[in-house]
Structure formats: C-alpha cells, structure tokens
C-alpha cells in the first residue's frame, strides 16, 4: 500500500469531526466516500457548487462544439475557396493549413474558448479534492484491502517519458497527481455532455466488442483502462470472464479498482506497459482499447498490436476504438487545423503521430500476424478494424 503522505503534503482541518457525515452506505466497501449520494452510477461531485460549475461550462462547451465549431467550418471553407483550393479535399500538408488559418480571428477564439475552458474545469476538480486530499486518499488506501477483484502495483515501474504529459491539459496527467482518478472520471463527464450517469458511453463501446469466431469467452483485456468505466462494462457484457484493464497510471487505476469495489464488481487491475505486459502467451480472448491510439507515439502503436497478437490465443480477437479505426483522417481544411490545434493547445502530444499510423494500421496488423476484417459497429453503416489470431 502506498503511504498516502508520500502522495501528498497537505493538511485537512478538522478531519475527525468532518468524516462520519461524509461516510455512505456502501456496496462492500466499509469506507466509501459519496458526501452527496450518487446518480446512476456516477458519484457526484463533492460539493453544490461545484457541480453547478461544472454544469455551466458543459453548457458553454457544448455550445462551443455545435455553434462556434460549425462557424469556424464555414470559415475555414471560405478563406480556403478564396484561395482556389478545395477546402474539403486536398494534399497540403497541416503545417500549410496551420499557416493560411492561424492568424484569422475566429480560429483562434475557437481554440481560446475551448481550451480555458478546459483548463478552469480541471483546476476546479483537481482543488475539490486536494482540498480534502486526507480523506480521499484513505478511501483508495481501504479499497485496496478490498474485493471482489484485485489491484496489482509496481512501485518500481518506469514510467516513460510519453506517458507523463499532461494529456488534455488534465494537470499532473495519468501519473502525476494522486486523484488523477477522480479529476478524469467528472472531467470527462463534463467533455461527454454531463450524462454519463450509468456509463453509457463505455457500455456502447462494450456492446460493440464483438465475440470470437468459436464464442468462447474465459479472459479479456482493456488496453490503457484509465479510470475503469470500459473495464466495468466488459464485466457486464461477459459476466462470466476474467476481466482484466492494465494502464501505466498508478492513481488511475487505483480509483478504477476503488470504484469496481464499491460496485462489487469482480475486475482486476495491472500497473503496466500495454506494450510490454506481463500476461502469458496465448492469455486472452478478447483484447480491446478505446481512445488509446491518439494518446501514444506511433512506435508504442505498433508495439502494442505485436503484444497484442502474442498475449491472444488462437482464434482470439484484438478489437482496437479509436478516431480513425472506423474512418480515415479527414483531409478537409477544417479537420487538418482541428487535429493541430488539439495537438498544439489540447497537449494531444501524439495526435499528429496518430495520424501518420492510421494509413499503416491495418498493414501493422497483417505484420503482427492478424486476419484483417472490418466488423459492423451497429452505428449505420460504420465498420471498425478487427484483427482475428489466426487458430
């Protein structure tokens, strides 16, 4: 168990008094902090206020998305047809778009709107719980005493430099803060439009994961679980299975393996690599990931089908989710300066190198030694890459 004072340096007043009012009736657990109950499945956040903030600027920044994206489109279309050159198709490179696009008005308020939004959200729920950082670490600390399910954590694992920015402007990314648990899991409720009460989001993706060939299910894998909603709905869809998420993360899983506790829902948890695990040869059945790809150098892409294709056995499937495992990159004006402003002002670090693998993805896949098909995803007509181990 890690000591939590190791974690943070930090003093909360009046702990002793505060705790049994912030203690709930919970599912396994005998220390589950939810001071205001939860939603669904969703924990609220700590405080009123707080999760008021919070709705505010999912309202703004859904506007953002619908309105102020769609203007800078039309925007971006036009400079583009002022300049003889189709803005929908085209071969310049990004960093020629970046240059006819950067300087016009509109473009940048849409970058300064999003990302300072970004920003004030995630110092908002970073500071909620550093607030009463004690507590909260006391909670992940009993949760790892708990089951059902198991959490695994190396404290000697190197953590490579890749892995330690600061991924959508969340401070201290997946490594670096101790709640870096609990400020993912409502920023990304906030990044999904505040409705994710039941983990809808990851129960879709879950439903999309398509059997083997023969139907035999005994273990599956989440790449990269991040705070564990995936791994969670792998469970529900395979009740039955051994249900592993590895990530390299320390606080994110522990708050992955937390929530499972609290849900009673048997999962596990390894501190790793994707790229360099340390499950057996012929392991899983299923092994998936979603929203990995874009998060990660293309080499460490490539590395993670080959680990992928020896962790399977035969007749296994690797079902990757991501941008453009359904659809290529768009080659509009408009979509070109959006994958570089994530990338620039987003601390998407790996967004560009992702997008040099996406037109290799599938030719990786055969080098590892995949059957390449394309499986319905059950959103009309998109088909998602699937690599099957041959058997």
């Known amino acids: 168990m890690l000591d939590r004072r190791t974690l943070l340096n930090t003093s909360v007043a009046a702990i002793a008094s505060t705790l049994p009012a912030l203690k709930a009736e919970a599912k396994g657990l005998d220390f589950d902090l939810e001071p205001r109950g939860t939603t669904g499945v969703f924990e609220r956040l700590p405080r009123l206020d707080l999760e008021s903030e919070l709705g505010f ?13 769609r203007s800078a489109a039309r925007r971006a279309n036009a400079i583009f047809r002022e300049l003889a050159i189709n803005p929908r198709e085209n071969d310049l490179p990004i960093r020629e778009v970046v240059k006819i696009l950067e300087n016009d008005p509109l473009m940048g308020y849409t970058v300064h709107a999003r990302e300072t939004t970004q920003q004030i959200m995630w110092a908002a729920i970073q500071d909620a719980y550093h607030a009463d950082g004690e507590m909260y670490l006391e909670e992940l600390e009993r949760a790892e005493l708990k089951g059902p399910g198991s959490l695994q954590l190396r404290a000697d694992l190197h953590i490579p430099r890749f892995a330690s920015y600061e991924i959508h402007l969340q ?37 999309a994961v398509p059997l083997p060939p023969d139907g035999k299910v005994k273990r599956v894998l ?46 596990h948890y390894m501190h790793e690599l994707c790229e360099e695990s340390n499950f057996p040869d012929n392991h899983f059945d299923i092994i998936t990931n979603f929203l990995l790809y874009h998060e ?13 294709f020896r ?17 290529p990159p768009p080659q509009s004006a408009y979509g070109k300066f959006s994958s570089w402003f994530d990338h620039r002002w987003n601390s998407e670090v790996w967004w560009l190198d992702y997008r040099k693998l996406a037109p290799d993805f599938e030719n990786e896949m055969k080098r590892a030694g995949f059957e390449v098909v394309r499986h319905p995803t059950g959103q009309g007509s998109r088909t998602n890459i699937m690599g099957v181990k041959p058997a």
């Open 57 to 69: 600027y999912t309202s703004y920044r859904t506007w953002i998305r619908q309105d102020v994206f």
């Open 171 to 207: 401070p201290g990314g997946y490594v670096g803060d101790p709640f870096a648990g609990y400020i993912y899991y409502h920023g990304l409720n906030v990044e999904f439009g505040n409705g994710n009460y039941r983990d809808e989001l990851q129960t879709g993706r879950a439903d």
């Open 222 to 267: 989440e790449q990269g679980c991040s705070a564990g909603q995936l791994t969670l709905a792998l469970k529900k869809k395979f009740p039955d299975a051994e249900v592993w998420g590895n990530d390299i993360g320390a606080p994110m899983l522990r708050f992955a393996h937390m929530r499972s506790a609290d849900l009673g829902v048997e999962t």
């Open 296 to 308: 990660i150098p293309e080499q460490v892409g490539r590395d993670i089908i080959h680990e992928s």
């Open 311 to 327: 962790t399977l056995r035969p007749g296994g499937i690797w079902y990757p989710m991501d941008i453009y495992t359904s659809s």
